[in-house]
C-alpha cells in the first residue's frame, strides 16, 4: 500500500498521520479476508492496493488468474 506521509510541523498532526495509517491497514485487513473467502478456491495469493492521486488500483495477485476472471 503506497502511503504519502507529510512531515508533521505541529503534535497535533502527527496524531492524524496514525490514523490514517490505522485505517489504510483495516481497509487492507478487510479487503484481503474478503477476497480470501471469496477466491480461496481460485488460486488467490494476495492483494495490492496503489493509491496515487489520480486512482486508486487493487492487483489481486492469483495462481490460476482464469478462473479469477471468471473464463
Known amino acids: 500500500m503506497l502511503i504519502q506521509i507529510q512531515k508533521a510541523e ?8 496514525s490514523i490514517v495509517f490505522v485505517a ?17 478456491a481460485d488460486g488467490y495469493s ?6 496515487t492521486p489520480m486512482r486508486t488500483e487493487i492487483i489481486i495477485r492469483a495462481t490460476r ?3 479469477v476472471l471468471g473464463f
Request: aromatic letters at 6%.
Open 10 to 17: 505541529h503534535s497535533q498532526q502527527s496524531g492524524r498521520c
Open 24 to 40: 489504510d491497514g483495516v481497509f487492507f485487513a478487510e479487503l484481503n479476508e474478503v477476497l480470501t473467502r471469496e477466491l480461496a
Open 46 to 51: 494476495g492483494v495490492e492496493v496503489r493509491v
Open 65 to 67: 488468474t482464469q478462473n
